[in-house]
């Protein structure tokens, strides 16, 4: 028995990489993990005797689990964001930012398309990057084709962590990592105008080795669900509120109608930027407002 990491899955495959090399496995039989389903990212044990008929025997405890994409083990979130077509979208970067911290996944905000865009929305683009950067994320404004400067930048901060690409179809995902590994030659996708978005090119997962770190790419999603977050959580979800939360009146403030809330009073001097604030309402309406998966019937 042999333990590895699932690097790929392709219709029933899973692809499991071990010092160099990759087996072509499958689970199958009386496979002690037939209750879970086996994730691009696990790191399992498994036999083979040759390098195509290996089985899957067991998978070890995760670390974290994505729906969109599937994937486990995941240490950094790349947002992939369009300067333009589509338009960047602090709101999306926001719901991106809370799903990840949620999970305890490190992001980090790749700009794209910043050679479309004319000067003053370069100076939009730059207070996004000095605000989210004052509150802990590298935003990276990337030039096009990516420089070694961006690039690098990119691959240092993720270090030997695994990370996904996460963003909007036709944000550039495939195509930055066709410039982090030429050797791939992804398919990537002209932007339907017809439609307003992008074709979506990017179909299975897979955690490519690129340095010490590895990365997927992913196929585009406009969105992404809030549904795992529970509303006394979102507050702690935003760092920039975080820093400054210990000095509401109300320890556990929410701050919407409490009064005395350090976090309101940083909105009204623009000491946290309102877009943040009014998204983090926006996600708490959405948060308080979903309906309940069981209505518990009264005795
Ligand atoms: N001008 C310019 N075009 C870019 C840049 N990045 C990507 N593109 C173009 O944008 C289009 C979409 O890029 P993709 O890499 O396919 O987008 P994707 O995010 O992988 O899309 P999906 O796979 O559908 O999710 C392609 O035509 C790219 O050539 C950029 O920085 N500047
Ligand atoms: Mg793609
Ligand atoms: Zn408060």
Same mark, same amino acid.
């Given at each position: 028995?042999?333990?590895?990491?699932?690097?790929?899955?392709?219709?029933?495959?899973?692809?499991?990489?071990?010092?160099?090399?990759?087996?072509?496995?499958?689970?199958?039989?009386?496979?002690? /993990?037939?209750?879970?389903?086996?994730?691009?990212?696990? @790191?399992?044990?498994?036999?083979?005797?040759?390098?195509? $008929?290996?089985?899957?025997?067991?998978?070890?405890?995760?670390?974290?689990?994505?729906?969109?994409?599937?994937?486990?083990?995941?240490?950094?979130?790349?947002?992939?964001?369009?300067?333009?077509?589509?338009?960047?979208?602090?709101?999306?970067?926001?719901?991106?930012?809370? @799903?990840?911290?949620?999970?305890?996944?490190?992001?980090?905000? @790749?700009?794209?398309?910043?050679?479309? *865009?004319?000067?003053?929305?370069?100076?939009?683009?730059? +207070?996004?990057?000095?605000?989210?950067?004052?509150?802990?994320?590298?935003?990276?404004?990337?030039?096009?084709?990516?420089?070694?400067?961006?690039?690098?930048? *990119?691959?240092?901060?993720?270090?030997?962590?695994?990370?996904?690409?996460?963003?909007?179809?036709?944000?550039?995902?495939?195509?930055?990592?066709?410039?982090?590994?030429?050797?791939? $030659?992804?398919?990537?996708?002209?932007?339907?105008?017809?439609?307003?978005?992008?074709?979506?090119?990017?179909?299975?997962?897979?955690?490519?080795?690129?340095?010490?770190?590895?990365?997927?790419?992913? %196929?585009?999603?406009?969105?992404?669900? *809030?549904?795992?977050?529970?509303?006394?959580? *979102? %507050?702690?979800?935003?760092?920039?509120?975080?820093?400054?939360?210990?000095?509401?009146?109300?320890?556990?403030?929410?701050?919407?109608?409490?009064?005395?809330?350090?976090?309101?009073?940083?909105?009204?001097?623009?000491?946290? +930027?309102?877009?943040?604030?009014?998204? @983090?309402?926006?996600?708490?309406?959405?948060?308080?407002?979903?309906?309940?998966?069981? /209505?518990?019937?009264?005795?």
């Amino acid at each position: 028995m042999r333990k590895g990491q699932i690097r790929k899955a392709i219709s029933g495959f899973y692809y499991v990489y071990v010092d160099g090399q990759t087996f072509q496995t499958r689970g199958r039989g009386n496979f002690r /993990v037939k209750n879970m389903s086996p994730l691009v990212g696990d @790191y399992v044990d498994f036999e083979s005797d040759n390098k195509t $008929e290996g089985i899957l025997i067991d998978i070890y405890p995760r670390k974290n689990e994505l729906i969109r994409p599937t994937v486990a083990n995941i240490d950094y979130g790349i947002i992939v964001m369009s300067a333009v077509e589509p338009d960047f979208s602090s709101y999306l970067v926001d719901r991106f930012l809370v @799903y990840l911290e949620d999970k305890r996944i490190k992001p980090i905000i @790749y700009v794209t398309k910043m050679d479309l *865009l004319d000067e003053k929305t370069t100076a939009e683009m730059k +207070a996004f990057k000095i605000y989210y950067e004052s509150i802990g994320y590298k935003m990276i404004l990337s030039d096009y084709p990516a420089s070694e400067t961006s690039l690098n930048t *990119l691959i240092q901060v993720i270090g030997k962590g695994a990370a996904v690409f996460m963003g909007q179809s036709g944000a550039g995902k495939s195509t930055l990592l066709n410039q982090l590994m030429p050797e791939l $030659e992804l398919e990537t996708g002209e932007i339907s105008t017809a439609l307003g978005r992008g074709r979506h090119t990017t179909r299975h997962v897979e955690l490519h080795p690129i340095g010490d770190a590895l990365i997927a790419d992913t %196929p585009g999603f406009s969105t992404i669900d *809030l549904v795992d977050i529970e509303e006394a959580d *979102l %507050p702690s979800l935003f760092p920039d509120f975080v820093a400054l939360r210990d000095e509401c009146r109300f320890s556990g403030c929410m701050h919407i109608n409490e009064p005395n809330c350090r976090i309101k009073a940083a909105v009204e001097t623009g000491e946290i +930027a309102k877009y943040r604030y009014d998204h @983090y309402l926006q996600f708490y309406e959405e948060i308080n407002t979903r309906k309940p998966m069981y /209505v518990k019937k009264k005795k």
